[in-house]
Structures are given as C-alpha cells and as structure tokens.
C-alpha cells in the first residue's frame, strides 16, 4: 500500500472506531463463507437490517481461539453523524465497475458506488476490510440481496475462489451450476426449484472452486421480476419488498421461507445453460464447454470489480472438468425440478 494509501485506511478505522464509540460498540456477527471465517462488525444497528439477512444461513460460531481469515468494519454517517474522510483522490480516478485508479494494488482494493454513497476497502495483507455508506436505511434492495459484493471478491479470490454470476441447485450429492444472461430463466428456474427435493445454494451468485470444483453458497436472497411470482410459484407474503413493484425486482430471503432447502457447499457436477424454447416440454441436451465458458465468464465479468486473468483461467478450470448442459424451458410451463433432478442423478 502505498504511503497516501495507507493514511487513508487508517483514517478510515479511526472513523470506524470513533463510530462504533458513539453508537454504543460494534455489533459483531460470525459467518462462514467458502470455509472462510468472517467477522462482521457493525457500528450501532443500521446496517444489520440491510445485510445480515442475506448471510443468515451462514452464520456460525468460531471454533474456540479460531482467528477470522476476513475481518470487515462497517458505519454510516446518517447514524453516526461521521462522514468518511476526505478520500485522497480525483474525480477523474472513478473508473468503471466503481474501481478508484491508483487505489488498486496486490494487497489493496478500493470501490466507490457515487450513486448511492458506499466505499468498500480491503487491504489484503491484514485480511482488514472498511465499509460506509452515507445513510445504511437507504440501502437499494439489489444491494440488500448481495451485500458486501466488492469486498468478498476480492477477500474469496485471494484464497483461490471466484464469485461467478449463475445460480445453484443441487443435493447432498453434487450440484448444477446455472449460467447465463438476465433474461435466460436462471433465478425463476432456481426458485422454482424449491418446489421440488433438489437444494438451494444461490440464485444469482455463488462462490466456485475451480479443483476439484465446488460451488459454495453465498447468499440466500432470492430476485425475481414482479410479473414473474405466480409463474415461480413464490407466495406474496415472501416478498420483502412489496414497495419496489416497477421499480426493483422482487426480493425474497429463502432462509425466512424455506430453511430446510438451503445448502451451503456441494461438488460440481455439471454446468447448465437455461434458454426459453417453443418446445412443448422442458428438456436437457449437451451443450459445448465453449457455450458454458462464455456465459460464466462474460456475465460475471460485468457486474464485478478488479477482475484478472486469474478469473478467466478460473472458470475455464472448473469448465473443463465437468460436463454441459442446455436446460430448453418448454412452453408446458412444468417446473423444471424432476427435469435438473433426473439429470444429477444421471452424472
């Protein structure tokens, strides 16, 4: 880190420190995420609400004299009167996915999301990670359902994980790995399969592990357009956010609803790509390792910060090694459970 660097991280845990005083102490929370254990700690109560939730199902307690691998300080200042410092760089070093120029090196990470006020910071070295957000209750539901997105890729992929844009259903078994584009039928088809015996393990993202590959579950947040509930089967009373209708998609926490379906790490087995079809019924064919390839790797090259080469050679090591899929989602509109069953117990 270089010496600006270092000032500025340091003025941050002041402030954090500074807040957590005023506010009372740091709430602090435990959660075990891709083996990792994670230490939240939370200036007074406004930013429980908006990130705990998602983590629920990975909530833990350490074992005893067990060290957390990532430690992440956060506050807001609508709760704690303090600002974050004065941030040592231009506004033209805002480039894109939220990345600072200059502030990205081996052992630091630093985001800044202009839109809704939030820094995310963590250096590496120390496993220490800082957070604010102007005003902790203002937080968007699609940031409530991935929480801490920035920090945790940087933490996961310094350990040889990568957070991948797909979703994942699965058994004590193996999972399947569902990837594609917004738009696909890759959340409805997670969520619609918790009406059938296979698990859940995310939506929209999870952690893989490239060999032997693995998916671990991050969140348990699911979304999903309005108009699509009846079609998911998703009762009205599970939606946290009935407010958001035509402006955000729906949000649901599995935890809350379903508790029983959730997994939290599971092997790979294989890799499928959902498509809408004209196809009387739903069906599963072979698709090219190069299909799957391109779907994980261009989705979750979009919504992530500071992403390498390593993320390329990543995917393609956990492609490589299972088989793929086409998931064709016919017009008899049969929930695609039996269909994702019969295929993992085929591998």
Not at 44 to 58: E, I, R, V
Request: some cysteine.
């Amino acid at each position: 880190m270089t010496a600006v660097g270092s000032d500025f991280f340091a003025r941050l845990a002041q402030t954090f420190a500074r807040a957590a005083d005023v506010l009372g102490g740091a709430d602090v929370r435990h959660l075990r995420v891709g083996g990792c254990l994670v230490e939240l700690q939370l200036a007074g109560q406004a930013w429980s609400a908006p990130t705990l939730p998602a983590f629920a199902h990975l909530a833990c307690v350490p074992e005893a004299a067990e060290q957390p691998g990532l430690r992440i300080c956060l506050w807001d200042t609508a709760s704690s009167g303090l600002p974050m410092p004065r941030p040592p760089w231009p506004e033209s070093a805002y480039v894109k996915r939220c990345e600072i120029a200059g502030f990205n090196t081996e052992n630091v990470r630093t985001a800044f999301n202009p839109l809704i006020g939030m820094l995310s910071m963590l250096d590496l070295s120390t496993g220490t990670a800082l957070g604010w957000i102007r005003d902790a209750r203002a937080i968007p539901g699609y940031e409530q359902a991935t929480p801490l997105i920035a920090i945790l890729h940087w933490a996961m992929r310094s350990r040889g994980l990568q957070i991948v844009h797909a979703g994942c259903v699965g058994s004590s078994e193996g999972g399947l790995l569902l990837a594609g584009a917004g738009g696909a039928g890759k959340s409805s088809t997670v969520l619609r399969c918790l009406e059938s015996d296979l698990f859940y393990l995310g939506d929209d993202l999870c952690l893989l592990e490239p060999g032997p590959p693995r998916v671990h579950s991050l969140y348990n947040s699911g979304r999903v357009r309005f108009s699509d509930l009846d079609r998911c089967s998703l009762p009205a009373a599970w939606i946290e956010n009935p407010e958001d209708r035509g402006r955000e998609k729906a949000l649901v926490f599995v935890h809350r609803q379903r508790p029983e379906k959730l997994l939290s790490s599971v092997p790979l087995k294989a890799i499928v790509l959902p498509q809408i079809s004209r196809l009387p019924q739903t069906r599963c064919r072979a698709s090219s390792p190069a299909a799957a390839f391109r779907a994980l790797l261009e989705e979750t090259l979009r919504i992530l910060p500071g992403v390498d080469p390593w993320t390329t050679a990543c995917i393609a090591r956990a492609v490589r090694r299972v088989p793929c899929f086409n998931l064709q989602l016919g017009c008899d509109d049969r929930p695609p459970g039996p269909v994702l069953r019969e295929l993992l117990e085929s591998l």
